[in-house]
Nanobody
Framework: VQLQASGGGLVQAGDSLRLSCVVSGLSFSNSYMGWFRQAPGKDRESVAR????????SFADTVKGRFTISINNGMNAVHLQMNGLIPEDTAVYYC??????????????????WGQGTLVTVSS
């Protein structure tokens, strides 16, 4: 199983970025996807979660209303659209996946596979 994350960069406050995560080696439609971020000196935290078979999404309160998720089933890709970026969004962003069931998973330890991370830096 491989996850390839991309799309990070240096932007100014108020700008937008779209992160992408391409998944290979597992059943994409039966997966549960998560986007996490880790700022320097802080724990890794959940940003957004997605159940692919019914497209149920969940977002952290800190990004709700600014971040959205979209899916490209043909490419086995999940995109995290980040609008209205603020300096506090600066972090390394990771995508992760696990098998889906009826539960929601927000802890990093609950995910089986991880991408390599992509750095997002938001300047004020």
């Amino acid at each position: 199983v491989q996850l390839q994350a991309s799309g990070g960069g240096l932007v100014q406050a108020g700008d937008s970025l779209r992160l992408s995560c391409v998944v290979s080696g597992l059943s994409f439609s039966n997966s549960y996807m998560g986007w996490f971020r880790q700022a320097p000196g802080k724990d890794r935290e959940s940003v957004a979660r997605l159940t692919l078979y019914d497209v149920t999404t969940s977002f952290a309160d800190t990004v709700k209303g600014r971040f959205t998720i979209s899916i490209n089933n043909g490419m086995n890709a999940v995109h995290l659209q980040m609008n209205g970026l603020i300096p506090e969004d600066t972090a390394v962003y990771y995508c992760a996946t696990r098998s889906a069931d009826s539960c929601n998973y927000s802890l990093p330890s609950e995910y089986s596979y991880w991408g390599q991370g992509t750095l997002v830096t938001v300047s004020s």
